[in-house]
C-alpha cells in the first residue's frame, strides 16, 4: 500500500488547478476580444450591433473572469503581490472606459471625431495589448503556483538526498533550492570502527 502510494504522482491541489484554468479561460476571452474587434471594423454597412459582441465580452465576460481568478488565486493561498498581478487586468479594462470619457472632454462624438480625440482613443488598442501581455504572463505564473504545490510530495525520496523547492514571491520560478538535511548519509559515509575490547 506504502508503495503504491508512494509511487503515484502527486498532483496540485484543486483551488490551483482552478486558478490556472481561469487564467487560461481569461487569456482566450482576451484573444477573442481582439477578433471582436476586427470583426466589428470590417463589418460593412456600419450599423450599432457591429461591436456588440466586442462590448459583451470586453464588460462583461472579461471582468467576471478576472474576479473569479482573484478570489481563486486567494483561496489558493497565492502570494499577495500574485493575487494583486490577477486583479490588474480589471483596472486596466477601467483604463479603457476613460479613454471614451477622456476623448469625449475633448469634444469628439460617437458622430464626429477630432484629432485630440483620435490620439486617445488610439490608446485603447496599446492599452489592450499590455492586457493581452499582462494575460499571457499570468497564466505562466499561474501553472508555476499550481506546479510549485507538487514539490513537497516529491522531495522526500527514500534513499535519496530530497531538495525543497521555494516558489518566488509572484509563483512563477522556484526562487531557490534548498537541500534536506543530510545527517544520515554523512553518518553512513563516516568510518565505523570497532568497540575497544580490552
Not at 481582439?34 to 457591429?50: C, H, I, K, L, R
Not at 471582468?63 to 503581490?81: D, S, Y
Not at 510549485?148 to 538526498?161: E, F, I
Request: with cysteine.
Amino acid at each position: 500500500m506504502t508503495s503504491a502510494s508512494a509511487a503515484r504522482p502527486a498532483r496540485p491541489s484543486f483551488a490551483r488547478q482552478a486558478y490556472a484554468v481561469l487564467c487560461v479561460l481569461l487569456l482566450g476571452a482576451v484573444v477573442i476580444q481582439f477578433y471582436f474587434a476586427a470583426f466589428g471594423v470590417f463589418t460593412v454597412p456600419e450599423n450599432d450591433s457591429q461591436f456588440i459582441m466586442h462590448r459583451i465580452n470586453g464588460s462583461g465576460a472579461i471582468p467576471i473572469l478576472t474576479l473569479l481568478a482573484t478570489i481563486m488565486a486567494a483561496i489558493a493561498k497565492a502570494p499577495g503581490r500574485l493575487i494583486g498581478f490577477t486583479l490588474l487586468p480589471f483596472g486596466l479594462i477601467i483604463v479603457q472606459i476613460l479613454w471614451f470619457i477622456l476623448a469625449g472632454i475633448t469634444g469628439s462624438s460617437e458622430e464626429q471625431t477630432n484629432v485630440a480625440g483620435q490620439a486617445i482613443l488610439g490608446l485603447h488598442a496599446v492599452n489592450g495589448l499590455v492586457i493581452l501581455w499582462v494575460c499571457i504572463v499570468l497564466v505562466r505564473r499561474a501553472r508555476a503556483h499550481a506546479e510549485a504545490g507538487l514539490a513537497p510530495a516529491s522531495s522526500a525520496a527514500p534513499g535519496t538526498s530530497g531538495v525543497s523547492v521555494e516558489p518566488s514571491w509572484d509563483g512563477s520560478e522556484a526562487s531557490r533550492v534548498v537541500p534536506l538535511p543530510e545527517r544520515a548519509q554523512v553518518s553512513a559515509d563516516s568510518p565505523q570502527f570497532p568497540p575497544d575490547q580490552r
